[in-house]
Each structure stands twice: as C-alpha cells, then as structure tokens.
C-alpha cells in the first residue's frame, strides 16, 4: 500500500493491546485502540480503517462479533482479524459469516501476527483492484487451477487431473470458498450429502477425502500449498 495503513485494535486487556500496537506499529502502521465494544463502534462511527483486529470477548454488551457486523456494514472494504482467547467452531463460524479475513487463538506470536495482518491486507488489495468483468459461469479458476463446471474436468496448468465425485465436490466447494476456512461439517455436508451432528465425526470423515484429493492435486501430499488444515474449524484452499 501507498499510505500508511490504519489499523484498530480491540481488545479489553492492556497488555495484549499493547503487544499488538508494539509489534504493528513497528510494520508501520498507524494504530488506535479501543478496550470496548462501545469504544470501537465510536471510532468506527466516521472514521475507517484499513485493519481492524478483535477480540471476541470484550466483557461487555457489546462483544467482537457486533462490532465485525458493524463494520461489514459501514466500512466494508476494511479487512478484519479475530483474535481470541475463547476459540470455539460455533464462534469461527459466526466470525466467519460476517466476513472476517483471519481468525487467530490467543496466544499468537509477533511472526504470525505481522504475516497474516500482511496477508489479509494483500487480499483486501487485490479484490479492489481486481477489473469488474462478467465471469463465465462454467469455469471456475483459481490461479493455475480450473474447473469446467459443464463437463465436470479439472485441470492445473494445463494438466488434467482424474477425481472422483466426492473429491470434486470437495475440491470445487474450497476453490469456491477461497476466501474463508470451510468448516468440517459443512464439507461433510457437500461432500456426503450428510449433516454430522458433531465436529469430532465430521472430521473424521472428511479428512479422509482430504488425504485423497491431496495425493491428486499437490506436488508434494505430505507438505501441502493447497488443500490446507485451518486449526479449530475445517479446510482452506490456497494458491
């Protein structure tokens, strides 16, 4: 980015606010802090940001989540980070829903937090820039990777790959999703035709067809640039 990036912190422990203004600040970015819910919506009220990073218990009426909606719904260029020390499936997936970036448990190191604040702003980046065209709603591409939804092929650079029903459920339900982690019982759902009642059951299905596409689609099955684990909630897809 050419400016300075505007980053807002929320979380209602001191030290923590502390610890993220230190390590963000020293990337260059011009933090504010709020320790409540209250407090961030009276920033937000008219001014925007480029980061926002939210603890989801503030300890208040007003929690991380509210303040997530009420920035998808004012600022919804702004890319977002939860971060939290009471991580749960059913609290990612509420985040998720509203359009968070990232999603990080307490407590996260100065490494992880610098590269994925730098990853979420490079996506938000690139989504603004990207020329408004009418896709072709046969083909589904993700970089190299691409999908005719029509004839039901699948190819990476030019080289088709042989799946089978289940994997290219999965695998054309992630490139699909590619902007956030998909929960395990969501691709049971897809993938299965299935509602697991538990996320322990949904896992243990699902990682399975995980194994097998990734011996089909990644160059190296055991270390994948793909088809990646999303700790606490499911899979992602990456380029």
């Known amino acids: 980015m050419d400016h300075q990036i ?3 912190i929320v979380d209602d ?4 606010r502390f610890f993220l203004r230190e390590v963000l600040s020293g990337e260059g970015h011009a933090v504010a802090t709020a320790s409540s819910g209250e ?4 920033c937000l009220r008219d001014t925007s940001f480029d980061l926002a990073i939210l603890d989801l218990n503030l300890g208040s009426r007003i929690d991380g989540l509210r303040v997530l909606e009420a920035i998808s719904w004012r600022w919804p260029h702004m890319a977002s980070i939860i971060l939290t020390g009471h991580g749960t499936l059913d609290s990612a997936m509420s985040a998720i829903r509203e359009g968070v970036d990232a999603y990080l448990l307490k407590p996260v190191k ?5 590269r994925v604040a730098e990853d979420v702003l490079a996506k938000r980046q690139q989504r603004d820039q ?6 072709d709603p046969s083909r589904l591409q993700r970089g190299p990777f691409v999908v005719d939804l029509d004839r039901g092929t699948v190819s990476c650079d030019n080289q088709p790959f042989e799946l089978n029903t289940c994997e290219y459920k999965l695998l054309v339900h992630l490139m699909k999703n590619d902007d956030r982690p998909v929960p395990v019982q969501e691709l ?3 993938v299965r035709g299935y509602q697991c009642e538990h ?12 194994y097998s596409l990734r011996q089909k689609v990644e160059t190296d099955p055991a270390a994948p640039r793909h088809i990646l684990n999303v700790r606490g909630i499911g899979y992602t897809f990456k380029i």
Do not use: F, N
């Not at 422990?13 to 923590?16: A, L, N, P, R, Y």
């Not at 407090?39 to 009276?42: D, I, K, N």
């Not at 100065?110 to 610098?114: G, K, M, T």
């Open 39 to 42: 407090e961030a919506l009276g």
């Open 199 to 210: 996320v322990h059951e949904a896992r243990d299905i699902i990682k399975w067809y995980v």
């Open 6 to 8: 505007q980053t807002l």
């Open 13 to 16: 422990d001191e030290g923590i």
């Open 130 to 135: 990207a020329p408004s065209t009418i896709p």
């Open 188 to 190: 049971v759902r897809v």
């Open 110 to 114: 100065a490494d992880q937090l610098r």
